[in-house]
């Protein structure tokens, strides 16, 4: 349909890209920050004349489904230590550099704070070393790749050609090659590998075993610090030795990386609680409602949503993204529990609703410091 003929349609803030391509990731890197819209009063709302409470109702769930960052303990520790491992690892070109392994549960938010940090690293870079290099070719101090289930030697090398947009034909070692020139030539220090999950070791999957070796090449022959994510990795046995021979493979990968994590939040004790409600008190300050009030999830809320999130931070952002939605469909502008308990969410975090539903219900568990307990109690 021509723009001319239907004015008032509304694009909408959505911004499609992949962060697996050079043009995405930079878009990621250096794209505007959101302006979060104004929040208006019931009044205001109702005074809109209807294009333009679609056009601000279509704002806001942009924005509720974009929160954030949201500088979490979990997500600052884990950049310190990926700063560590990275900025120390100044070894020449003759030297493999090691690698690190974020492994954790799914739905804690470790692809995020990874990217997060990869754009952190990308933009000091620049602001150190100048966007070219002395040769005039663009710099590109990180890529971002992802694995799956069916990735072989050649895929691997071909996404990397991908990311940096160079053709992606030819055998596995004329992709490398080319990647390897890429890396050397855009001055490339980091890739980051998502989903290495994939890899887990298995006595008849050859696969497996010959990527395993193909990432010893990999940190052998370019002179990146590799910094891979997944899901259970450890407890697969991809950084431990084992009986079978070919899992020795995977003891030379396990000493080259060093594993780091990112734990969910806990209630089971004090620090655990306070850390929580800061969570919850730096997102209800973004929610672009009209009824939102002080306390609303970090009081009143507050154990409902670790009970429908299992502290996990995925889980919970799914959640409030899509209360959100519900309740300005609905007008009714706030979040309560009577409103989340139609919101779905996740598989894993709904198994566990009931049982920690049920603790809490019974007195045996509250998200809730002690000063706020009080509080609460009193009302």
């Not at 090398?157 to 090659?177: H, K, M, Q, S, V």
């Not at 070796?213 to 030795?241: M, Q």
Request: charged share 25%; hydrophobic share 40%.
């Amino acid at each position: 349909m021509n723009a001319a003929v239907a004015p008032s349609l509304v694009e909408g803030d959505d911004r499609q890209y992949s962060p697996t391509r050079l043009s995405g990731w930079l878009e990621f890197v250096y794209g505007a920050a959101r302006a979060r819209p104004e929040r208006l009063s019931v009044a205001q709302l109702a005074a809109l004349p209807e294009q333009e409470l679609v056009a601000y109702n279509d704002r806001r769930a942009v924005w509720h489904a974009n929160l954030g960052p949201i500088k979490t303990p979990q997500l600052l520790g884990l950049h310190e230590d990926l700063a560590e491992i990275v900025e120390s690892n100044r070894q020449d070109g003759d030297k493999a550099k090691p690698a690190a392994l974020v492994d954790a549960y799914a739905g804690l938010g470790k692809s995020t704070a990874v990217r997060e940090y990869g754009r952190d690293y990308y933009r000091q870079q620049i602001v150190l070393r100048g966007e070219t290099t002395r040769e005039g070719h663009r710099r590109v101090p990180i890529i971002y790749i992802a694995l799956t289930g069916n990735t072989h030697i050649r895929g691997l090398n071909a996404a990397i050609c991908r990311f940096y947009g160079l053709p992606d034909r030819g055998d596995a070692d004329t992709l490398a090659e080319r990647a390897k020139d890429a890396v050397l030539s855009l001055r490339t220090s980091v890739f980051i590998v998502d989903d290495i999950h994939f890899l887990a070791p298995s006595r008849t999957d050859t696969n497996a075993v010959k990527m395993a070796n193909h990432l010893k090449f990999l940190s052998n022959t370019f002179p990146v610090t590799l910094i891979y994510v997944g899901v259970g990795v450890a407890d697969r046995g991809l950084l431990t030795e084992g009986h079978a021979p070919p899992q020795a493979l995977y003891a030379q990968f396990g000493r080259r990386t060093t594993p780091l994590t990112l734990r969910p939040f806990h209630i089971d004790n004090e620090p655990g609680r306070v850390e929580w409600r800061r969570l919850l008190l730096s997102i209800e300050r973004q929610l672009v409602l009209a009824r939102r009030y002080p306390g609303m999830l970090a009081d009143d809320l507050s154990d409902y949503l670790f009970a429908r999130s299992s502290g996990h931070f995925a889980s919970l952002m799914a959640l409030i993204s899509r209360g959100c939605l519900r309740t300005v469909r609905t007008g009714r502008e706030r979040l309560d529990a009577g409103l989340m308990d139609g919101v779905k969410n996740d598989a894993a975090a709904e198994e566990n609703r009931q049982e920690l539903l049920a603790a809490i219900d019974a007195g045996l568990l509250t998200s809730l410091p002690t000063f706020r307990a009080r509080k609460t109690a009193s009302r």
